[in-house]
C-alpha cells in the first residue's frame, strides 16, 4: 500500500500522509519493510542534549505527569523529544514498558521522520504541526502496531525546540479515540510553551494577546516602556514578526492596534500620569510627589492630555 501510494502522481499532492510516506522512500531512502530498530545515542549524547533544555525539562515535568495521569492506564506513554526526534524523557506504566521498550520508543531513541520514516514524533517535527499516525499510516511496517498524538513545542524565541507525543501500545486503540487524545496533547504541549515563555521573561509584562485558538499560546512579552520584547511562536506568526528572526522592539500599542491618534510622546506622557496616580490610589499630591512636579502642573497636563 505504501509504495503504491507513493508511486501515485498525484496521492502526495492530495494527502499530506501520502506526501510523508514519499519523504521517506524518495528523499530518506527508507525500505517499509526494513526490520531494523530505531537509532540510539550514548549516554554522554542524551545528557548533552537534556543539558541544552533543561529549563523546559524542568518546566515540563508537572504537565507530563498530568498528561500521563489522564492516559497512562490506557496504554499509552508520554515522551518529551528535542528538535531532532531524540526522546528526552518519557513516562509508562511498568506494565507497559517492556512493551515501549522493545518498540524503541524510550528515552535516547531517534525517531526522526530521516530515520524512521512517517511516524509521530518525526513528521510532526517536519511539518511543525500538530499530526496523529495511527497504526496502518506508520511508514515501516514495523510501527504499525502503535498509535502515535503529537504537537510541536516552540521556546521563546518562536523556534521550534522539541516535540511532545502520546503513543499507545494497546491493539484495540481506535482512531477516533486518538484523536480525542490528540487535543489534549496539543493543549498540554501550549501549556509548556506558556510556561516556558514566561519563565524567559520574568521581569517583563505578559499580555495575552490572542485567545482565538485554544491550541495557541499567542503571548507578548512587554518591559517598562511598553515595548515587546518577546513573542510566542503563535503570536509572531499572527502579528506578521518572523518565526526564525531576532524580534525587532516595537511598541504594544502598534501591534495591537490601540493608537487613539496622540503623539507617541503625549502617549507616554499619560500613560506616565496614569501610572503615578495609581501607584498613589488616586492621591493626586502623593502621585504630583513621585513624578517631582508640583499639583497644579500635574492638573494641567491631565486636563492637556485629556486624563483627568
Request: charged content about 25%.
Given at each position: 500500500?505504501?509504495?503504491?501510494?507513493v508511486?501515485?502522481?498525484?496521492?502526495?499532492?492530495?494527502s499530506?500522509?501520502?506526501a510523508?510516506?514519499?519523504?521517506s522512500?524518495?528523499?530518506?531512502?527508507?525500505?517499509?519493510?526494513?526490520?531494523?530498530?530505531?537509532d540510539?545515542v550514548?549516554a554522554?549524547?542524551l545528557k548533552?542534549?537534556?543539558?541544552?533544555?533543561?529549563r523546559?525539562?524542568?518546566?515540563?515535568?508537572?504537565?507530563?505527569?498530568?498528561?500521563?495521569?489522564l492516559v497512562?492506564?490506557?496504554g499509552?506513554?508520554?515522551?518529551?523529544?528535542?528538535?531532532?526526534?531524540?526522546?528526552?524523557?518519557?513516562?509508562?506504566?511498568?506494565?507497559?514498558?517492556?512493551?515501549f521498550?522493545?518498540?524503541?520508543l524510550?528515552?535516547g531513541?531517534?525517531?526522526?521522520e530521516?530515520?524512521?520514516?512517517?511516524?509521530g514524533?518525526?513528521?510532526?517535527?517536519?511539518?511543525?504541526?500538530?499530526v496523529?499516525?495511527?497504526?496502518?499510516e506508520?511508514f515501516?511496517?514495523?510501527?504499525?502496531?502503535?498509535?502515535?498524538?503529537?504537537?510541536?513545542?516552540?521556546g521563546?524565541?518562536?523556534?521550534?525546540?522539541?516535540?511532545l507525543?502520546?503513543?499507545?501500545?494497546?491493539?484495540?486503540?481506535?482512531?477516533g479515540?486518538a484523536?480525542?487524545?490528540?487535543a489534549?496533547?496539543?493543549?498540554?504541549?501550549?501549556?509548556?510553551?506558556?510556561?516556558?515563555?514566561?519563565?524567559?521573561?520574568p521581569?517583563?509584562?505578559?499580555?495575552?494577546?490572542?485567545?482565538r485558538?485554544a491550541?495557541?499560546?499567542?503571548?507578548?512579552?512587554?518591559?517598562?516602556?511598553?515595548?515587546v520584547?518577546?513573542?510566542?511562536?503563535?503570536?509572531?506568526?499572527?502579528?506578521?514578526?518572523?518565526?526564525?528572526?531576532?524580534l525587532?522592539?516595537?511598541?504594544?500599542?502598534?501591534l495591537?492596534g490601540?493608537?487613539?491618534?496622540?503623539?507617541?510622546?503625549?502617549?507616554?506622557?499619560?500613560a506616565?500620569?496614569?501610572?503615578?496616580?495609581?501607584?498613589?490610589?488616586?492621591?493626586?499630591?502623593?502621585?504630583?510627589?513621585?513624578?517631582?512636579?508640583?499639583?497644579?502642573?500635574?492638573y494641567?497636563?491631565?486636563?492637556?492630555?485629556?486624563?483627568?
Amino acid at each position: 500500500m505504501v509504495i503504491e501510494t507513493v508511486q501515485s502522481s498525484s496521492a502526495a499532492a492530495v494527502s499530506s500522509l501520502a506526501a510523508s510516506w514519499r519523504r521517506s522512500l524518495v528523499k530518506h531512502g527508507l525500505d517499509p519493510a526494513s526490520p531494523r530498530a530505531p537509532d540510539r545515542v550514548d549516554a554522554a549524547t542524551l545528557k548533552h542534549r537534556r543539558a541544552a533544555l533543561d529549563r523546559l525539562m524542568a518546566i515540563a515535568q508537572p504537565r507530563l505527569d498530568q498528561l500521563f495521569g489522564l492516559v497512562g492506564n490506557s496504554g499509552c506513554g508520554v515522551l518529551l523529544t528535542d528538535a531532532d526526534g531524540v526522546v528526552l524523557d518519557q513516562r509508562v506504566a511498568p506494565g507497559d514498558a517492556e512493551t515501549f521498550e522493545s518498540w524503541g520508543l524510550c528515552t535516547g531513541a531517534v525517531w526522526s521522520e530521516e530515520t524512521e520514516g512517517t511516524n509521530g514524533i518525526g513528521t510532526c517535527l517536519v511539518e511543525r504541526r500538530q499530526v496523529v499516525i495511527h497504526r496502518s499510516e506508520h511508514f515501516l511496517a514495523r510501527n504499525t502496531a502503535m498509535s502515535c498524538m503529537d504537537a510541536p513545542i516552540h521556546g521563546a524565541d518562536g523556534r521550534l525546540i522539541g516535540a511532545l507525543d502520546v503513543s499507545s501500545c494497546r491493539a484495540d486503540q481506535t482512531e477516533g479515540f486518538a484523536r480525542l487524545i490528540a487535543a489534549t496533547v496539543a493543549q498540554t504541549a501550549r501549556q509548556i510553551e506558556n510556561d516556558n515563555f514566561r519563565a524567559a521573561f520574568p521581569e517583563a509584562r505578559i499580555i495575552v494577546a490572542s485567545e482565538r485558538d485554544a491550541n495557541d499560546a499567542v503571548l507578548l512579552a512587554v518591559d517598562e516602556d511598553d515595548i515587546v520584547i518577546g513573542a510566542t511562536h503563535a503570536a509572531r506568526r499572527i502579528f506578521g514578526l518572523g518565526s526564525e528572526v531576532e524580534l525587532r522592539p516595537q511598541p504594544a500599542s502598534d501591534l495591537l492596534g490601540r493608537s487613539t491618534g496622540a503623539t507617541g510622546f503625549e502617549r507616554a506622557e499619560r500613560a506616565a500620569l496614569k501610572r503615578a496616580l495609581a501607584r498613589a490610589g488616586g492621591n493626586h499630591t502623593r502621585a504630583a510627589r513621585a513624578l517631582g512636579i508640583s499639583r497644579a502642573t500635574l492638573y494641567r497636563r491631565l486636563k492637556r492630555l485629556g486624563a483627568d
